[in-house]
């Protein structure tokens, strides 16, 4: 169900204003999932914390993926976007994204959202909420008009958390080409 914001509008001129429903509500990306989570820009240090929710929750071990992202994310790019959130003391989520300037001929600003992650221990608590609206809300400060990301389809879990958040299948495919 969409939230509706009243807009006051008269219907003729010297006409008393009445309030019109029709308009969807601004976005506001869940700000009381962000209130109730501490979120914090993520860290060099936070490394072995996000392996570790990544491993126990994949069940590998991908430091050096991890390691990799982390350095493009702090070190390749002038805006540090990618989140933490802290619960009892400790790293329990991350967010791990970045802004496009322009690609692929486009110069409108975009992010892209890389890795999700919550300890197993702390899902179903409004973590990815969190760490998801507090994203969105510090990339439309930065006026990006729009965030990509991609998914694995049989990832039901994660598509139906996105979808909720709004997302919707992009125009665009995505082509690979396995060679062996």
Known sequence: MTRKSPLIVPERVGDDPEADYSLP???DYGPLAR???????LQPHDLPAIAAIDRASTGRNRSAYFQRKLDEVLNDSD???????????????????????????????????????VDPDYQGRGVARALLSQLLANLATLRVDKVLTEVDWSNTELVAFL????????????????LD
């Open 35 to 41: 209130d109730l989570i501490p979120i914090r820009s």
């Open 79 to 117: 805006v540090r976007i990618s989140l933490v959130a802290e619960l009892d003391g400790r790293a329990v989520g991350y967010i791990m994204a970045r802004v496009n300037l322009g690609e692929f001929g486009r110069s409108e600003p975009s992010a892209e959202m890389d890795t999700l992650g």
């Open 25 to 27: 509500m601004p976005a």
């Open 163 to 178: 979808t909720t958040s709004g997302f919707r299948p992009s125009a665009r495919l995505a082509f690979d080409l396995r």
